[in-house]
């Protein structure tokens, strides 16, 4: 009986939950800042463009991502950068005090990322696979698989009051193959929000003009000016659209439009979190299809 119930409030109609005039509150959940936009940008202005509320995490500071600077300097840095990027996306980004290069999946910082997935009201949390080159982005989603189900759970952080029904969880798009490759559930176009996010993207200069392409001794071909190192960023992080994604496009647009589309983002759902229906989906992302 007790397993019955448990799989009563998973499988619930997420349309039991959500009324027509109820806010849709998304939480997106890196390891770094600058890592919900490059993964989630752009659904996310399609979200707050209809007046639902996200919110960008960072777990960490972001204090040892660069070639020169580091410590508390460089997270004062990227805390200052992702502020300014939540503003160009019209999202609230919050930037957690753990240390760069060395997030743990412990229970002190599942139990953070529990009350913020609470406090925030999630109706949806997105996030990394656990297959990733970089230990940071791995542990941030065994801390949401972690937090899956656990949010509902009252005597598990039990200061933050528990969740009512457990939200969709989302994998977000990612190139890796092994041990499988990602595998696209719902796709979103952002055609035509492609610029704003990258504008977004830009406001991570220490990442992105700085770090990353010193990484791949690259840091020669930065251009110096904000509209060449726009169009710069634009062409190295604009993404491919494979055909498992763009099969899952034609799915929720059509076919018509699905070949019109340039510029989409994926997400898999996690089979921890609620399982949604294809109308339970629709309801989630209504820019689905428009």
Not at 169 to 175: I, K, T
Request: charged fraction near 25%; include cysteine; hydrophobic fraction near 40%.
């Amino acid at each position: 009986m007790k397993y019955l119930i448990i799989a009563f409030f998973l499988f619930l109609p997420f349309s039991l939950a959500l009324s027509q005039d109820k806010k849709i509150n998304i939480i997106v959940i890196g390891a770094h800042p600058d890592d919900p936009d490059g993964t989630a940008g752009g659904t996310a202005i399609k979200f707050a463009e209809l007046g639902h509320n996200v919110l960008f995490v960072s777990l960490t500071n972001g204090d040892a991502g660069h070639q020169s600077k580091g410590g508390g300097t460089l997270a004062k840095i990227r805390r200052g950068e992702a502020q300014e990027a939540g503003k160009r996306l019209g999202v609230t980004y919050r930037v957690l005090d753990n240390h760069d290069g060395e997030l743990l999946p412990t229970l002190e910082v599942r139990h953070q990322v529990i009350r913020l997935i609470r406090e925030w009201e999630a109706d949806i949390v997105i996030g990394p696979r656990p297959y990733d080159y970089h230990p940071d982005h791995r542990n941030t989603a065994l801390l949401l698989q972690d937090a899956a189900y656990m949010v509902i759970v009252p005597n598990v952080a039990s200061d933050t009051p528990p969740l009512k029904r457990n939200p969709v969880f989302l994998y977000a798009q990612d190139r890796f193959q092994k041990p499988y490759p990602f595998i696209p559930d719902i796709a979103i176009d952002i055609s035509d929000v492609l610029d704003r996010k990258i504008y977004a993207m830009a406001a991570h200069e220490s990442q992105y003009f700085e770090w990353l392409p010193w990484t791949v001794s690259q840091e020669q071909n930065v251009p110096k000016k904000e509209k060449e190192r726009i169009e710069w960023l634009k062409s190295g992080r604009r993404r491919t659209i494979i055909p498992a994604v763009k099969e899952a496009l034609e799915k929720w647009y059509g076919k018509e439009k699905a070949d019109k589309i340039t510029d989409a983002e994926a997400f898999e759902i996690c089979e921890y979190g609620r399982q949604p229906n294809e109308s339970e989906i629709r309801e989630l992302f209504p820019m689905i299809g428009k």
